[in-house]
Structure formats: structure tokens, C-alpha cells
């Protein structure tokens, strides 16, 4: 699974994620730093990448758009966390989320709780 970081998460996440062998990206280094929230998703979309974000508005953004892809993993309740621990959340969990995103799925994620919803979400 190839995972793309919103802005509001550090590049030291997608350090962190790449040590531990998952292939990761920063919006920052494909130039999308400063883009919109629909852009992001179209990049993702585009180059078969899920986004991870701290942002509930993608799946909103998903919902109105009727989209199978791209999947949306939304870490929650680690907003205060340092990036570490938003990388360790991640990296224990990407294994087993896999076939969801896969199929295409908003993700919440939390250090209590997984919720999968299925795209196309109507």
C-alpha cells in the first residue's frame, strides 16, 4: 500500500514510515503542500496512493463525490501526540487495513478504535 500524508501531519511521519519499509510520501514532497483538499484526493486517485490525513473533510469530500478511490485513513484523537506516535499508530495498523483500502475505504483510526466504512459511501 502506497500512503500519501495530508499537510497536517509531519514528513516525519512519512520518515518514520518509511524506515519501518512502508512506501509513504508528504504532500510537501509532490508539491501539493499548499493544494486543496480535492486536489489531494485526485493526486492520490491519480497515482494509486491512500491518504492519511487529521482532516475529517476528505471523507466528506468522498461522500459528495460519490468516489470508490481513493481510500481515506483519518487519524483521530492524536492530534495533540507528537508525530512518532502518529507514525506508530500507523505503521501497527497499515497491515491489517490493507484489504479495506484495497477495496477502497474511510478509515477512522484511533489508539482505541478502527472504523471501516466502504467506498463508495452513499
Known sequence: MRVLLDANLSPR?????????????HVG???LLTATDEA????AADHGYV???????????LFHRRAARPSVIHLR??????????????AENLPALEDAVDAG???SLSPTRI????????
Do not use: C, K, M
Not at 489531494?40 to 493526486?43: F, K
Open 13 to 25: 511521519v512519512a520518515s518514520a514510515l518509511r524506515a519501518s519499509g512502508h512506501q509513504t510520501l
Open 29 to 31: 514532497e509532490v508539491d
Open 40 to 43: 489531494i484526493l485526485e493526486w
Open 51 to 61: 491518504v492519511a490525513t487529521a482532516d475529517s473533510d476528505f471523507g466528506a469530500l
Open 77 to 90: 484523537g492524536v492530534s495533540h501526540r507528537p508525530p512518532e506516535t502518529h507514525a506508530a499508530l500507523l
Open 105 to 107: 475505504a474511510v478509515v
Open 115 to 122: 472504523r471501516v466504512r466502504e467506498l463508495p459511501i452513499w
